[in-house]
């Protein structure tokens, strides 16, 4: 088992930033991809990075440029950096991990809200 704990949510105005952080606990040693989903009201889930443990990193197109995935393998955490937000990035933002080579675990969620 896999434990994700989110921190780092609130609300900004457009144009600002914030930090989402994500630390892992429980069988660490199995973690291998981490990253960020989001989903905003009545949306589906969406991909919004992911990092592998090496740090390769990916993005949805809408936040390419935006946003930065980060992951400190001996903390075992993983991090959103978001600037440049807009109200579009509204959301719930859920932090994963997948273990074992196939199991996958989510955190609890943490809401950014964006206001105009």
């Known amino acids: 088992q896999v434990q994700l704990v989110e921190s780092g949510g609130g609300v900004v105005q457009a144009g600002g930033s914030l930090r989402l952080s994500c630390a892992a606990s429980?069988?660490?040693?199995?973690?291998?991809?981490m990253g960020w989903y989001r989903q905003a009201p009545g949306k589906s889930r969406e991909l919004a990075a992911v990092?592998?443990?090496?740090?390769?990193?990916n993005y949805a197109d809408s936040m390419k440029g935006r946003f930065t995935i980060s992951r400190d393998n001996a903390k075992n955490t993983v991090s959103l950096q978001m600037n440049s937000l807009q109200p579009e990035d509204t959301a719930v933002y859920y932090c994963?991990?997948?273990?074992?080579?196939?199991?996958?675990?989510w955190g609890q969620g943490t809401q950014v809200t964006v206001s105009s």
């Open positions: 994963y991990a997948v273990a074992g080579g196939h199991y996958t675990y």
């Open positions: 429980g069988r660490i040693s199995s973690i291998g991809l």
């Open positions: 990092i592998t443990p090496a740090g390769n990193t």
